[in-house]
């Protein structure tokens, strides 16, 4: 355990860092020369940084996460959730790993089947690797969360059925074919050969066999307009043919054909008698159908009882030529809206809850995309993306200590905030272990768990105060201590993660390790000095990389990233220095001994005209001259880059340096250089606005000359 002194000298620490981070492109009181910069600071290279902990190097206990065999309350359970009969003993008297195959084994997979696929992947993870919890996970607590995704799934995919069954009865219907079951339940294929089989007319059946060669769309096609065109297509050449009889027998047949046409939009076969009544008798007798008392065709009921209201023949004509039809349009379009309308508001409760919940942001964000794109982007939403954007990382964001790009962390056992450590190999590494997948609270389910995603079945709780990730054991007590509520963070954004079963104690990061703690002072963990900002987190995107020595910079110094702005590409990893493009035309470098500085604006162009980190490397941010016109940026071994509007960025360097140096830098009656050192006879020389410096190599000597 640690002392509150401890912590208190860590908040002093902060304040001194705090207030030596350079103000970029501020106004500063004196002139920075290379002898006043301060030290690479400790293994941090960075003033902004040099507060933070010593990163945490705790090994991870494997027994933490060995998660104990399912009970057989668990199995009952399980087994009553797929819908398989009843638990007995040849399903309790299973292993876990056995017990999972079962189900994959027994399940309906028309009806389950995300939980059939997924019984299948846990299976084969722990064939290859016997003792892997994921059996035992999936058992305890994720058989029923794949169980309520495919209960949804199945609802929709009832839907579709019902919808393709309506499509395929209306087709039929409209091509004069007394449909089954047989044909109307089966796929497409079969329907569109079934249609072959059954049609007399010669345009329908070529047509359908040219279909049923094709792929599934072309059978979607020649359901949803083919069959339609094609008989009318048979119609017509069956009118054309009456008319070599007589016009009369050709009015008489098209005047039939139309009413045979009007009854299938509805799917309706009409028997013969109907055919030779009148265009008003006619809608009287569809207006008794079933299909008409079904609230889901009011607008055809509306439009056929309008036309009936009429004594004008036409109207009657007209209803049935193209108005039932427009009218059955719109109930597709009513109905296809409220089926919208209704997912489009799945989606707005799923995005309220996760709101409330203040730790799923990505679940927002996808569920913000998706009601602004299409209904198909809806769709996909509900079937697929929620599930995929349940996992996040959890970073911390104590300013005073650089904790900025430390995030929570565990592979068993105690947890820690940790960076991670910067590589010597490669520019960007996956940190690990740091992220988890946000589920509803194992004991209260308008809280949260935090589930390891590299570790199934393992939990972030609580116990005896200190902040552990162990395997879930089932029972009460470990549910309660791996529930946690969100609450808004405790200073600034973000939130605080308070214990469900502990009321006002609150994860907490101190020197790296994490605790549950309140501000009391009762242990060492509940100092109130950095109470607040220590138990805020934010909530972040999962799998981070390791924070290089410039990102945890660029996090944790405002002024920086504000100066910078936000990086343009990834980091570089060359010659053993690291480099990293930002917005506003600046970079950042990183060098074991001259620690994170930045080089920005026109003294970058010329820096990086001049060989970048191969003449040398910064040793200080681009600053600000104390007059106020320009810039200067200090490199190792004495050369700097001077920048005003007026004279360009130039190179000084050398003995030249040195003597510009002594003589107050640009204070002098010289001012600032115009040009870069340049060889004039034997002699080296910089141009200044005032006058100029010379040196001569040969003898050593070095003066400066008015113009």
């Known amino acids: 355990m640690r002392s509150a002194t401890v912590h208190s000298r860590r908040f002093a620490r902060g304040l001194v860092a705090a207030a030596v981070v350079t103000g970029l492109m501020a106004p500063v009181a004196a002139h920075a020369a290379p002898s006043d910069i301060p030290p690479a600071a400790a293994s941090r290279n960075s003033e902004a940084t040099a507060n933070a902990p010593a990163i945490p190097q705790i090994a991870a206990d494997p027994t933490a996460t060995a998660v104990p065999e399912s009970t057989e ?15 007995t003993d040849e399903w309790l008297m ?3 790993k056995n017990f999972v195959f079962r189900v994959y084994d027994k399940i309906n997979a ?15 993870i722990v064939v290859e690797k016997p003792d892997a919890p994921d059996a035992t996970a999936f058992i305890r607590t994720n058989i029923h969360d794949f169980v309520d995704r495919d209960h949804l799934e199945y609802a929709r995919r009832q839907e579709e059925a019902r919808k393709s069954r309506e499509d395929r009865q209306k087709a039929a219907a409209f ?8 044909m109307l339940d089966g796929n497409d294929q079969n329907f569109v050969y079934q249609v072959w089989r059954r049609s007399t007319g010669p345009k329908v059946k070529d047509g359908a066999m040219t279909a ?5 769309a072309a059978w979607k096609k020649f359901i949803a307009t083919d069959i339609f065109t094609l008989h009318i297509a048979d119609q017509r050449d069956a009118i054309e043919k009456a008319k070599q009889e007589s016009e009369e027998a050709a009015r008489i047949l098209a005047a039939k054909q139309a009413k045979k046409n009007a009854a299938a939009v509805l799917g309706i076969v009409v028997p013969d008698g109907w055919l030779v009544l009148s265009d008003d008798n006619f809608i009287r007798q569809l207006l008794t159908t079933p299909e008409l008392a079904n609230p889901r065709h009011i607008e055809v009921r509306n439009a056929a009882e309008a036309a009936l209201r009429s004594t004008n023949p036409a109207d009657w004509k007209a209803f049935i030529d193209t108005g039932l039809k427009a009218a059955d349009a719109r109930d597709a379009k009513r109905e296809q809206d409220i089926r919208e309308e209704a997912d489009r508001k799945k989606v707005r409760d799923i995005k309220a809850k996760a709101e409330a919940s203040l730790v799923r942001p990505r679940l927002v964000a996808a569920a913000n995309a998706a009601l602004a794109g299409t209904a198909a982007d809806v769709t996909k939403f509900l079937s697929e993306t929620q599930y995929n954007v349940l996992t996040q990382s959890i970073m911390a964001t104590t300013a005073a200590t650089a904790a900025k790009g430390w995030y929570l962390r565990s592979g068993g056992g105690d947890a820690v905030i940790t960076p991670g450590s910067q590589g010597d190999t490669v520019a960007d590494a996956p940190l690990g272990e740091a992220s988890w997948k946000i589920v509803p609270g194992l004991a209260d389910e308008n809280c949260f768990s935090l589930e390891s995603t590299t570790h199934a079945g393992s939990f972030v709780r609580h116990q005896d105060y200190r902040v552990k990730l162990h395997a879930n054991d089932g029972t009460d007590l470990f549910k309660g201590d791996a529930t946690w509520c969100a609450k808004p963070g405790l200073e600034g954004a973000g939130i605080a993660l308070e214990a469900k079963n502990v009321p006002g104690r609150f994860m907490r990061h101190i020197n790296g390790e994490v605790w549950l703690a309140n501000d009391s002072g ?10 607040k900002p220590d138990a805020t987190w934010a909530v972040v995107d999962p799998d981070p990389a390791i924070s290089t020595h410039i990102q945890l910079r660029w996090l944790n110094d405002d002024a920086l990233r504000a100066f910078v702005g936000t990086p343009k590409a990834a980091e570089v990893l060359v010659d053993g220095i690291r480099y990293r493009e930002y917005a506003n035309n600046a970079r950042i470098y990183w060098g074991k001994d001259t620690g994170v500085r930045s080089v920005s604006g026109e003294a970058l162009t010329k820096f990086l005209a001049s060989g970048g980190h191969k003449l040398r490397m910064p040793i200080i941010d681009t600053t600000r001259t104390p007059d106020g016109k320009g810039t200067y940026t200090h490199f190792a071994s004495k050369l700097s880059i001077y920048w005003t509007p007026d004279t360009g960025a130039h190179l000084i360097y050398g003995a030249i340096y040195d003597r510009w140096a002594a003589m107050d830098w640009e204070r002098s009656y010289l001012g600032y250089p115009k040009t870069d050192e340049e060889q004039v006879g034997n002699l080296r020389r910089s141009t200044f606005q005032g006058g100029y410096i010379y040196h001569d190599p040969a003898t050593g000597r070095t003066w400066d000359t008015r113009f």
Request: hydrophobic share 45%; charged share 30%.
């Open 73 to 87: 309350v668990e199995k009952v359970r399980a087994v009553r959730a797929i819908e398989v009969g009843e638990a």
């Open 94 to 96: 299973l292993s876990d």
């Open 110 to 124: 028309d009806k389950y089947p995300y939980t059939k696929a997924e019984a299948y992947r846990v299976y084969k």
């Open 175 to 182: 091509a004069e074919i007394a449909a089954d079951a047989a």
């Open 212 to 216: 049923w060669g094709g792929d599934a």
């Open 522 to 531: 009762q242990f060492d963990w509940d100092t109130p000095t950095l109470f």
